[in-house]
């Protein structure tokens, strides 16, 4: 079974060795995570990269091998490791894979769609899921504010 490991910069990691629907449940929770702290301005640097350049933000391993989501970087730095005969070691940790990356950006959109959530690509940036999840965030929470108000007010008017 393949694995895969997903991280945002070298500090945080989303998932490490886990199935591809594992992984892709956890970048749906990182980014609702992501989202909420940034709704109520306590986001971190990791979540703020998410919103901002959506997908290519994540760094995504299959076992030890570092996936590229665009062919052309991954052929210039092919080019640079043959240039400094480094070739076989630079073959055996990368390895280019774009589709893996649009198969990403195609499940997540349709398991945002079924939460009832509309996105377009997630490749470039999130910021329409984390303004969607903000939204839903604030109109919950004004919700269950004025059910406190309503419990409270029951309680001393008996």
């Given amino acids: 079974m393949k694995t895969y490991s997903a991280r945002i910069g070298e500090s945080y990691c989303v998932a490490d060795g886990v199935s591809y629907e594992m992984l892709v449940r956890r970048i749906m929770e990182f980014t609702i995570r992501a989202a909420l702290a940034r709704s109520i301005d306590e986001s971190e640097w990791e979540q703020e990269e998410l919103r901002r350049q959506g997908l290519r933000a994540i760094q995504i391993f299959e076992g030890n091998k570092a996936i590229w989501a665009e062919s052309a970087p991954f052929r210039e730095q092919l080019l ?11 073959e055996r ?16 959109i349709e398991r945002w769609r079924r939460a009832g959530y509309q996105t377009s690509s997630l490749a470039n940036d999130m910021k329409g899921i984390f303004l969607e999840l ?3 965030a604030e109109a919950r929470a004004e919700g269950a504010k004025e059910e406190l108000v309503d419990e409270i007010l029951r309680e001393v008017s008996r």
């Fill in 80 to 90: 640079e490791a043959q240039r400094e005969n480094i070739t076989s070691r630079f």
């Fill in 93 to 108: 940790t990368n390895r280019a894979d774009p589709e893996l990356f649009q198969r990403l950006d195609r499940d997540l």
């Fill in 134 to 136: 903000g939204r839903d």
